[in-house]
DNA sequence: CAAACTACGTCAGCTTTATTGACTCACTTT
DNA sequence: AAAGTGAGTCAATAAAGCTGACGTAGTTTG
């Protein structure tokens, strides 16, 4: 239990610097805008969310890793290359923001132990076109559940509006490129959706 | 008292579970309604966001650290030291979740450097409160804007009503210890205004 | 009061995950 | 034929985490 706080408090002027930028004179009435008046708290607030979810929701997956001595660079791989079946080295690479050495270190694993095969590019025979195989689409599967449970969960006591606005937040929150790779898994069917 | 998992949740019911799981036969046209049935691509969707923001999020102090020769594990103590003035060190451990020897080895050079200060604990003298120095504050001021400017975009985009959703459901994701957390830092005022 | 417990620091050794830079090989493009 | 690209690999290094054990000061309790 922590009990901060609790005895001499060397708390400096708490709310000190309240108004954040610009006092901004929020004049719209429309519904939750007196939310979005960003004082330095809230934006505090928000680190400390994506510091938590994002800690535990990836600790949810790291109990069957372990058991089979892979790491959390493994699992992004498997997911990575889960959702883009046939994906190259250098698109991979791009995507995990990686070296090639780490990543060569993490995909020899996963090939050793038979979760990802590659197969020559058929247009450029350079490429090495990475998948994931049977059993590595099971490990895939096992990992993605327990993420999964979290997900549900938390989309269920948030509700449909709150599930919109977090994806809304959070592609705000990433960079335009990433949004880009978004796009082309999340085409016309969602965004339509969305609109 | 915090709002302790889904029971007792005092927030408005709004279109929370909607037909979620079930392929739901959507009558209603409010907007946004219709995103919540959960079919596997969601969530997988979502994995991407939690992964994307996460990393350019961080990502955004990082060039500030690395002039200094500082890494992610000195901004997150930094950060949490700035929030709690005045944690102990078990508490902190508790906050960030790794071993009592990770942090030293953080803690002792940001001590060194003059980031952060120790005092002895008046009411447990065996305790070190960790508070900022004044270089620390300034340099947890200037991680913070980078980090702000990105979150700041999301939420202008976004609007008032999608950060509200991106908040509950970060909530959601996260252990209850975490909620819990927050529930310290973010009391009354705020919560009333969720209302 | 003495014993037991707690908060913190530290020593020693280890693993995972990342880094940079240089180089080769195979293939494609110009 | 030359230049460029995709991929793999070598070697060396660093950051950030881990375990286990132990000491010391301070607090709590039988």
Sequence with gaps: MPDQKG??????????SIGLLEPQKDARPAAGANLLFLREEEIRLAQDLLFFAYRDFTNAADVILEELGLGRAHHRALHFIGRNPGITVSDLLA????????????????MEEGYVAQTQGRADRRQRLLTLTQTGQALERRLFERQRERLLGAYREAGGVAVDGFRRVMRGIMDESARDY?????PAETRARRA
């Excluded at 005895?7 to 000190?16: N, Q």
């Excluded at 978004?182 to 999340?186: F, G, M, R, Y």
Aim: net charge positive; hydrophobic share 40%.
């Design 95 to 110: 995507i995990l923001r990686i070296t090639k050495q780490s990543l060569a270190r993490v995909l020899t694993v996963l």
């Design 182 to 186: 978004l796009d082309q898994h999340d």
């Design 7 to 16: 005895s001499a408090d060397p708390r400096p002027p708490a709310a000190s």
